[in-house]
């Protein structure tokens, strides 16, 4: 374990609250554990489902001496609607329950206050994720500093400080791009890119629960980042500077997980998951030359349509080269299932392809030397997780902040290329949008990461420059471990002026 402090009870206590979909859930876990590698005691609150997905990893933590526990509290499924056995956005049936889902967030309120007073010792802090809105008012209720985690990076959260200001977006028509307002770059986006705050799908009570997320960010302390100043350390500054906010940039968090059995502890998702320890796969990948291998996957929460994904399996087989491709299991997989059967598409890339229809273990493979690829949805920590590796990216946005991260991927730090999609998906109208990306924009993609030439060359060295920058970064000394501290002393600052 990495003290920074000696073990006593004067020691600040950290309460991570995160929200129930993988994007946020795992990284706030790689967080909790680097806090309390630090002898930092850390409580984590979730729901029973939930727990079960990082219960193994957080016992390893513990048998290695770090304070970390997790407590429960019950999902309320029969209050808002949600069916029994979901407990996470990605789990959910169909995205029209989504809005139901913020609603469970609401209810949850006496619960994590009831949980929440019967801690010991008296909590320091709480980290929480942004999307839960109601830990402001419990934050409020005992007197603590609640941190928000918003699982992006600042180049995003600066971007939208910068369009709520300037409404820049709102002359311009859907397709036509424009210059974000504002910032130190020149950065040009679609309107249609824009995350749904500025550019709405149908259903209008979205907005009321974004409304109500950005009226209790006001209310925060301040910000936990997952990301690192090498990365975007002037956009770390600048949000600094026009916010006002205290700001932590902590990451990458996902390098916590430093052996191959943390990675894949941190991928143990359903309990019948097809090869837990990752095995199957890093030994078919230990089969390739270095840097060969593409891997694919589009995150926890994208539905491509299947002609989309048929597109992209089209592309994959035209480049000839090995591949792993994550095709996630609910959305239409019958229909996806019948083309791969009936198409021959199985049959035919067996020899160099690996399908995994439904949870892999994204961090063991990213991290595995085969690996030469990352075509990506640009989830923010999927691209993190790319960029931490090393391995140059092939961007295919969706949804969400997804369009500014390929920004950071393509024109920022210059480690990727994209694919070329035009507009946002947004969650559950995935039928109004049925191919973005054709299977030759694919193809060109990775060739354009992949192939000869001194472009090529370029954007392989630069992501191999930014992957040993980012494990630099949370290294003793490195930026995002001396923030790391820095949060540490505020906090125990605070607890010894609120005893005293
Ligand atoms: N992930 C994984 N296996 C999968 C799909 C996703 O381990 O098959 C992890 C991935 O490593 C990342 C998270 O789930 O940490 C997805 O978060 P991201 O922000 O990339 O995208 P989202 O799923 O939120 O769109």
Same mark, same amino acid.
């Given at each position: 374990?990495?003290?920074?402090?000696?073990?006593?009870?004067?020691?600040?206590?950290?309460?991570?609250?995160?929200f129930?979909?993988?994007?946020?859930?795992?990284?706030?876990?790689?967080?909790?554990?680097?806090?309390?590698?630090?002898?930092?005691?850390?409580?984590?609150?979730?729901?029973?489902?939930?727990?079960?997905?990082?219960?193994?990893?957080?016992?390893?933590?513990?048998?290695?001496?770090?304070?970390?526990?997790?407590?429960?509290?019950?999902?309320?499924?029969?209050?808002?609607?949600?069916?029994?056995?979901?407990?996470?956005?990605?789990?959910?049936?169909?995205?029209?329950?989504?809005?139901?889902?913020?609603?469970?967030?609401?209810?949850?309120?006496?619960?994590?206050?009831?949980?929440?007073?019967?801690?010991?010792?008296?909590?320091?802090?709480?980290?929480?994720?942004?999307?839960?809105?109601?830990?402001?008012?419990?934050?409020?209720?005992?007197?603590?500093?609640?941190?928000?985690?918003?699982?992006?990076?600042?180049?995003?959260?600066?971007?939208?400080?910068?369009?709520?200001?300037?409404?820049?977006?709102?002359?311009?028509?859907?397709?036509?791009?424009?210059?974000?307002p504002?910032?130190?770059?020149?950065?040009e986006?679609?309107?249609?890119?824009?995350?749904?705050i500025?550019?709405?799908?149908?259903?209008?009570?979205?907005?009321?629960?974004?409304?109500?997320?950005?009226?209790?960010?006001?209310?925060?302390?301040?910000?936990?980042?997952?990301?690192?100043?090498?990365?975007?350390?002037?956009?770390v500054?600048?949000?600094?500077?026009?916010?006002?906010?205290?700001?932590?940039?902590?990451?990458?968090?996902?390098?916590?997980?430093?052996?191959n059995?943390?990675?894949a502890?941190?991928?143990?998702?359903?309990?019948?998951?097809?090869?837990?320890?990752?095995?199957?796969?890093?030994?078919?990948?230990?089969?390739?030359?270095s840097?060969?291998?593409?891997?694919?996957?589009?995150?926890?929460?994208?539905?491509?349509?299947?002609?989309?994904?048929?597109?992209?399996?089209?592309?994959?087989?035209?480049?000839?080269?090995?591949?792993?491709?994550?095709?996630?299991?609910?959305?239409?997989?019958?229909?996806?299932?019948?083309?791969?059967?009936?198409?021959?598409?199985?049959?035919?890339?067996?020899?160099?392809?690996?399908?995994?229809?439904?949870?892999?273990?994204?961090?063991?493979?990213?991290?595995?030397?085969?690996?030469?690829?990352?075509?990506?949805?640009?989830?923010?920590?999927s691209?993190?997780?790319?960029?931490?590796?090393?391995?140059?990216?092939?961007?295919?946005?969706f949804?969400?902040?997804?369009?500014?991260?390929?920004?950071? #991927? !393509? +024109?920022?730090?210059?480690?990727? =290329?994209?694919? *070329?999609? $035009?507009? %946002?998906?947004?969650? &559950? /109208? @995935?039928?109004?949008? #049925? !191919? +973005?990306?054709?299977?030759?924009? =694919?193809?060109? *993609?990775? $060739?354009? %990461?992949?192939?000869? &030439? /001194? @472009?090529?060359?370029?954007?392989?060295?630069?992501?191999?420059?930014?992957?040993?920058?980012?494990?630099?970064a949370i290294?003793?000394? &490195?930026?995002?471990?001396?923030?790391?501290?820095?949060?540490?002393?505020?906090?125990?600052?605070?607890?010894?002026?609120?005893?005293?």
């Open positions: 374990m990495d003290s920074t402090l000696p073990s006593n009870n004067s020691n600040p206590h950290f309460v991570f609250i995160p129930m979909t993988p994007g946020h859930l795992l990284p706030m876990v790689d967080m909790a554990k680097l806090l309390a590698r630090r002898n930092v005691k850390v409580t984590i609150i979730t729901t029973p489902l939930n727990s079960i997905q990082f219960q193994a990893t957080i016992e390893r933590e513990i048998q290695s001496g770090s304070p970390i526990q997790i407590e429960l509290v019950p999902f309320p499924n029969a209050e808002s609607g949600i069916p029994e056995g979901c407990e996470s956005v990605d789990t959910l049936p169909s995205m029209d329950l989504a809005v139901n889902f913020y609603r469970a967030l609401i209810l949850l309120k006496k619960p994590l206050q009831e949980v929440y007073e019967k801690l010991t010792p008296t909590p320091s802090c709480i980290i929480s994720d942004k999307i839960i809105t109601c830990v402001a008012d419990i934050a409020d209720k005992f007197k603590v500093p609640r941190i928000l985690f918003d699982g992006t990076n600042c180049f995003h959260l600066l971007c939208n400080h910068y369009l709520h200001v300037t409404k820049a977006y709102e002359a311009i028509s859907s397709k036509d791009k424009f210059l974000l504002g910032i130190p770059d020149r950065i986006l679609r309107r249609s890119q824009l995350p749904g500025f550019n709405p799908g149908k259903n209008p009570e979205w907005n009321h629960y974004r409304q109500q997320v950005k009226e209790s960010e006001g209310r925060s302390y301040g910000v936990v980042v997952n990301s690192f100043e090498d990365l975007e350390g002037v956009y500054k600048e949000y600094e500077r026009v916010t006002g906010l205290k700001v932590w940039c902590i990451g990458p968090v996902s390098l916590s997980n430093q052996d059995l943390d990675r502890l941190r991928s143990k998702r359903y309990s019948n998951q097809e090869d837990e320890d990752g095995n199957k796969y890093l030994k078919w990948l230990d089969s390739w030359p840097r060969s291998v593409i891997y694919v996957c589009l995150g926890s929460l994208t539905r491509a349509t299947t002609e989309q994904l048929i597109e992209l399996g089209l592309g994959l087989e035209a480049t000839n080269r090995p591949f792993i491709w994550v095709i996630k299991g609910a959305y239409k997989r019958e229909e996806m299932e019948t083309w791969l059967l009936e198409n021959g598409f199985e049959e035919r890339v067996k020899e160099r392809g690996i399908l995994i229809k439904g949870w892999a273990p994204q961090v063991l493979i990213l991290n595995h030397e085969a690996i030469g690829a990352f075509l990506t949805h640009c989830g923010w920590n691209t993190l997780e790319g960029i931490s590796a090393g391995v140059p990216l092939v961007t295919f946005p949804f969400a902040e997804q369009f500014y991260n390929e920004k950071v #991927v !393509v +024109q920022l730090v210059e480690c990727g =290329v994209s694919v *070329g999609a $035009e507009s %946002v998906v947004h969650l &559950g /109208e @995935e039928d109004e949008c #049925v !191919v +973005q990306v054709s299977r030759e924009n =694919v193809k060109d *993609g990775i $060739e354009k %990461v992949m192939g000869e &030439g /001194e @472009e090529c060359d370029k954007i392989r060295e630069r992501a191999r420059e930014y992957g040993t920058m980012a494990k630099r290294q003793q000394g &490195g930026s995002s471990y001396c923030n790391m501290t820095r949060l540490i002393e505020e906090i125990k600052r605070l607890k010894l002026s609120h005893n005293s």
